[in-house]
């Protein structure tokens, strides 16, 4: 499986990545600092599951995920947010995230949602050509 990791917190994704593959062993993990890369890294590789930060400079998750949805819409999404008020539900609920996790999470609670999402009836997300 392929997922891709998307947040501006390096010490974050360093440790969400080294969580990952110490409980999912063999999968590939993508790393992007902002949704720009995380919309570049979809363009070339074929991604399982996004889990992504909606508070980046360069391009915010928002963004990310209008453009995720026009590249492999049937993807699943678990977006990560200290914020859930009922503004930002409805925002990621418009823009038909499922998930959502609030910051700051045990890793415990994103391994439940995760695993709801892998086990979702989705397709799953080619690569574009650049």
């Given at each position: 499986m392929n997922i891709?990791?998307?947040?501006?917190?390096?010490?974050?994704?360093?440790?969400?990545?080294?969580?990952?593959?110490?409980?999912?062993p063999g999968n590939?993990?993508?790393?992007?600092?902002?949704?720009?890369?995380?919309?570049?890294?979809?363009?070339?590789?074929?991604?399982?599951?996004?889990?992504?930060?909606?508070c980046m400079p360069v391009m915010n998750g928002y963004a990310f995920i209008e453009q995720k949805n026009n590249i492999c819409p049937d993807t699943p999404l678990i977006a990560m947010t200290s914020d859930r008020s009922d503004e930002v539900m409805t925002r990621l609920m418009v823009l038909g995230v499922t998930h959502c996790l609030e910051k700051p999470f045990e890793f415990a609670s994103l391994a439940g949602r995760l695993m709801e999402a892998i086990h979702a009836d989705r397709s799953h997300c080619e690569a574009v050509a650049v």
């Open positions: 891709l990791l998307v947040d501006d917190n390096e010490i974050l994704l360093d440790s969400l990545s080294t969580w990952l593959h110490r409980q999912m590939r993990i993508f790393i992007g600092f902002n949704g720009k890369d995380g919309i570049e890294i979809l363009k070339r590789d074929r991604v399982d599951l996004i889990v992504t930060d909606l």
